[in-house]
């Protein structure tokens, strides 16, 4: 079955340090990769997404994403956490396989809890 | 900008009643998506329209309906409520998916429906 898994239910970080929220996916083929962030009481916003090329691919507010394809991953980075960076983010997937048949069909992973401390 | 609109936001039914959750985009984007938020469980996709005149079944359609009204309008029926349809509901939208590459278009999504059923 084509997944999408983000290990760690949460996330803590101080202001200013590094953040790292991961994901890895098992999908056939080649995969269009996305993260979105949801704030409280809020839909999803797209933060970024990688379709082909350059392996790091960077987004909205200073966040990237860098895609491994041995490892199957797709970990979402920031240099340097802001507080207003807490909230919940999602990594999805569209497995090209059925991207003309599924119509752009996202497969989600469960979500990862960031919360960034002052 | 609008985007995509959601109505109600809050609803609260007994079990065997029926509502339609009301969803609308000003994007005029073809491809339209009901998805349900569980705690712990991502986003699961209830149904999809990849354009106006068509739908088709997600990863968990049973107990719901839809309707592509038009090409701003997916509305999603529940005929007879049952408790564990409560969740948070999001409808999305996005430029046309499907081949020649549009397959990648980034999702915009509503801020939900809370619905609870007693």
Redesign the interface.
């Known amino acids: 079955a084509q997944s999408?898994a983000q290990p760690e239910?949460q996330v803590n970080v101080a202001e200013g340090n590094p953040l790292t929220v991961k994901c890895t996916y098992s999908v056939s083929g080649n995969p269009?990769l996305?993260w979105?962030v949801q704030y409280p009481?809020?839909?999803?916003?797209?933060l970024l997404?990688y379709?082909t090329g350059d392996n790091l691919v960077k987004g909205s507010y200073g966040f990237e994403a860098e895609f491994n394809k041995s490892q199957t991953s797709f970990h979402l980075k920031k240099p340097s956490a802001l507080v207003s960076d807490s909230a919940l983010y999602?990594c999805a997937v569209?497995p090209?396989i059925n991207?003309?048949g599924s119509?752009?069909?996202?497969i989600?992973?469960?979500?990862t809890k960031l919360s960034v401390k002052p | 900008n609008a985007g995509v609109t959601q109505t109600p936001k809050f609803q609260v039914l007994k079990t065997g009643q029926s509502m339609t959750l009301q969803c609308a985009q000003d994007m005029n984007h073809n491809s339209m998506y009901w998805y349900r938020q569980d705690p712990g469980m991502g986003l699961r996709l209830i149904y999809y329209s990849a354009s106006e005149g068509t739908t088709d079944k997600g990863e968990v359609p049973n107990g719901y309906n839809v309707s592509r009204l038009n090409k701003r309008e997916f509305s999603l029926r529940l005929e007879s409520a049952a408790p564990s349809q409560t969740s948070v509901y999001f409808c999305a939208s996005a430029r046309k998916q499907g081949t020649g590459g549009s397959g990648n278009q980034p999702q915009h999504f509503g801020d939900g429906t809370r619905l609870s059923i007693l």
Do not use: C, E, S, T
Request: no cysteine; proline share 0%; aromatic share 26%.
């Open positions: 999408v239910d269009y996305f979105y009481n809020r839909g999803l916003q797209f997404k379709i999602f569209i090209l991207y003309g119509q752009g069909n996202l989600f992973g469960k979500g």
